[in-house]
Structure formats: C-alpha cells, structure tokens
C-alpha cells in the first residue's frame, strides 16, 4: 500500500523559497505510469492544485502559479520535491502531495499524504 | 480554468440523515468529476471516481451521479465519522480545480 509523507520547514520567510519533500513508501515512484502531485488548501479556504511530475520527470504547472513553481523527482530516494519562489503571506497553507491515480483516461488523487502547514511570516 | 461550484457550502444533518451535495461544472466535463472527504489532521480520501465510481474500501451508504456540468453526491445514511467537509474536483482538463468545499455539521 502505498503512502506519503511530506517534510519541510513550517515558517518561511517573505521573498524566501518555499521547499518541501514528499516521500513515497509502498511503491516506487519511477514505475507504474503515475503523475505525481502537489496540492495546497490556504487556511479557511479550498484546495488548489499546483502541479504534478510524471515518472520520466517531465512537469506541468497551473499557470497561476507557474512562474514561481518547480517540482522535482528524486527516484534514489523515492522522493518528489516542491519548490516555490519569491512566497508571501497568500502562500500559507497546508500543501498536500498525492498521487494521480489512474483507470483508463479517468485521473483522481489518490492517495494522499497528511499534509504540511507552511507558514509565510517575518 | 473550469470553475467548480459546489452547494451548500454548509450543511447540518443528524445521524441517519440523507444528505445530498451538488457541485456544477462551468463547461461540460463529461464524468471526470470526483469526489474527496477532508477531515483535520487526517488524509484526504478519495470517495468516488469518474462520477459514480465508488473507490475501493469506502462504504456503500456513499454513491455519485451526474455528467456534463451537474453532479452530486449523495450520503445514504449518515454516520459519526462522515461529519466532514467534501470538495468535488474535475480531472478534464488541467489545471485540476476543486469545488469550495462543503462542510457537513452535525446538528
């Protein structure tokens, strides 16, 4: 069964980077045709997702976001990784990577790490 | 980006209570609509899948319907630990959006 978990630093910041890892246990990250996700959810608000990398490494972006964003794969360590530049306050939230879980052309996230509260403050 | 809109945006309910939510597409999204469960401190979890899909290991009392823009979801009979909040997300297009949630009180 595969699981999540994501790491990384709790307060970041103004102007600074954004770093997060999400860990993959139960599964390799490299196999199995998966994107993978990272998604955010700004305290009393809803989610917004931010991106996903497929195995091979190639990535896609909202483009909301996407001049600031890049996201990573790090096979050796069964790892992908989240980077946000140039953060503000608006980035607080709890960042949730997933998996993009798939059946045929129908995609859904699933799972789920427990998510990353990631405060922007001076 | 196709816009998700999801009603209520709140709900109080009793145990044993049937609960509908409704979540609407702004363009047509075939059944690429999929339903998730929120719970503080907890993983998300997926419910259901490509509209009706019901994923593996979630109870029956939960059922999908819906294509093109009008979609619901539909808890049969609730129980304690559904008292949650629920986001509708579409996976036609990307960038993936999500309803603005729903937050199903007890009353």
């Known amino acids: 069964q595969v699981q999540l978990q994501e790491s990384g630093p709790g307060l970041v910041k103004p102007s600074q980077t954004l770093s997060l890892t999400c860990s993959v246990s139960?599964?390799?990250?490299?196999?199995?045709?998966?994107?993978w996700s990272w998604i955010r959810q700004p305290p009393g608000k809803g989610l917004e997702w931010i991106g996903h990398?497929?195995?091979?490494?190639?990535?896609l972006y909202n483009p909301s976001l996407n001049s600031r964003v890049s996201i990573s794969l790090d096979t050796s360590k069964n790892q992908f990784s989240l980077k946000m530049t140039s953060v503000t306050a608006a980035d607080t939230a709890v960042y949730y990577c997933a998996r993009d879980s798939f059946s045929s052309s129908w995609y859904w996230f699933d799972p789920w790490g427990q998510g990353a509260l990631v405060t922007v403050s001076s | 980006d196709i816009q998700m809109t999801q009603s209520p945006s709140s709900l109080s309910a009793s145990v044993g209570d049937r609960v509908t939510i409704t979540c609407r597409a702004s363009q047509t999204i075939s059944s690429y609509l999929n339903w998730y469960q929120l719970k503080s401190g907890k993983a998300p979890k997926v419910l259901i899948f490509a509209a009706s899909s019901l994923q593996s290991g979630v109870p029956s009392r939960f059922s999908g319907s819906g294509s093109g823009t009008d979609f619901t979801l539909t808890i049969s009979s609730l129980q304690p630990e559904d008292f949650a909040t629920y986001y509708c997300q579409q996976s036609y297009s990307t960038p993936y959006t999500f309803g603005q949630g729903t937050k199903l009180e007890i009353k």
């Open positions: 139960g599964g390799s990250i490299s196999s199995g045709d998966y994107y």
């Open positions: 990398i497929y195995y091979s490494g190639s990535a």
